[in-house]
T-cell receptor
Framework: KAGVTQTPRYLIKTRGQQVTLSCSPI?????VSWYQQTPGQGLQFLFE???????NKGNFPGRFSGRQFSNSRSEMNVSTLELGDSALYLC?????????????FGPGTRLTVT | KNQVEQSPQSLIILEGKNCTLQ??????????LRWYKQDTGRGPVSLTI?????NTKSNGRYTATLDADTKQSSLHITASQLSDSASYIC??????????????FGKGTKLSVIP
C-alpha cells in the first residue's frame, strides 16, 4: 500500500501571498489531519477532516483553512502569508477519527515565507 | 493550562546501551497517549498508543509505560542502534467536551546514538 503523499515537498512564497498544499491519504483512510511543525513551537494540530467535514480544529487563525474531497484527498490553504508561517506542514491519515486510530504521517511540505 | 513536558531535551548514548525518555502531562480528562519517532527530514512514525487502562506496551525494542495517577509516561529503548537516532515526540489526546478532543504535543527528545 502506498503511504501518505504530500505535494509539493518544498515551497517558497512571499509575505502576503497565499498557498495551497495537497495531501493524498493511504487508500481506505477517511480521516486526514494537518499539523504545523516549527523549531520553536514543535508540532501543533491544525485541523482534522473526516468524510469531507471538518471534525476538529486547533487554535490557529482563520487564515488557515482546509477541505477534503470525496476521494479523501485533502488540501490546506494559508492566505495572507506571514513570516511566522514558515514551517513544515505535515499531513496524517487514519482509518477513522484521529483520537481513536493510529495515524500515518506524510513526509511534509517545507514552506518558506520570505 | 494543558501541557506536555518531555525530558531530557537531548540525549547522547553509545550504541548497544539502553535509555529512557520521559513525558509528563497535565492534560485532563485523558483519552490516550502516543509516542512517535521522527527521523530528520521525515514525518513522525507511530511507536505506541496507550489508553488510560494500559500500563505497559511494547513495540520491538521500544517499551512505553504509563502511570495515569502521576500523569507520567516513559519510553524505554533497549539495546540501542544507530538507526534509533531521531526525535521522539510524546502526544496526549484529551477530551475537550461535547464529544470533541484536543491534542497537545511535547517538544520532543532528540536522541543521538553513537558508535
Amino acid at each position: 500500500k502506498a503511504g501518505v503523499t504530500q505535494t509539493p515537498r518544498y515551497l517558497i512564497k512571499t509575505r502576503g501571498q497565499q498557498v495551497t498544499l495537497s495531501c493524498s491519504p493511504i487508500s481506505g483512510h477517511r480521516s486526514v489531519s494537518w499539523y504545523q511543525q516549527t523549531p520553536g513551537q514543535g508540532l501543533q494540530f491544525l485541523f482534522e477532516y473526516f468524510s469531507e467535514t471538518q471534525r476538529n480544529k486547533g487554535n490557529f487563525p482563520g487564515r488557515f483553512s482546509g477541505r477534503q474531497f470525496s476521494n479523501s484527498r485533502s488540501e490546506m490553504n494559508v492566505s495572507t502569508l506571514e513570516l511566522g508561517d514558515s514551517a513544515l506542514y505535515l499531513c496524517a491519515s487514519s482509518l477513522g477519527r484521529q483520537d481513536s486510530y493510529e495515524q500515518y504521517f506524510g513526509p511534509g511540505t517545507r514552506l518558506t515565507v520570505t | 493550562k494543558n501541557q506536555v513536558e518531555q525530558s531530557p531535551q537531548s540525549l547522547i548514548i553509545l550504541e548497544g546501551k539502553n535509555c529512557t525518555l520521559q513525558c509528563n502531562y497535565t492534560v485532563s480528562p485523558f483519552s490516550n497517549l502516543r509516542w512517535y519517532k521522527q527521523d530528520t527530514g521525515r514525518g513522525p512514525v507511530s511507536l505506541t498508543i496507550m489508553t488510560f487502562s494500559e500500563n505497559t506496551k511494547s513495540n520491538g525494542r521500544y517499551t512505553a509505560t504509563l502511570d495515569a495517577d502521576t500523569k507520567q509516561s516513559s519510553l524505554h529503548i533497549t539495546a540501542s542502534q544507530l538507526s534509533d537516532s531521531a526525535s521522539y515526540i510524546c502526544v496526549v489526546i484529551y477530551l475537550s467536551g461535547a464529544g470533541s478532543y484536543q491534542l497537545t504535543f511535547g517538544k520532543g527528545t532528540k536522541l543521538s546514538v553513537i558508535p
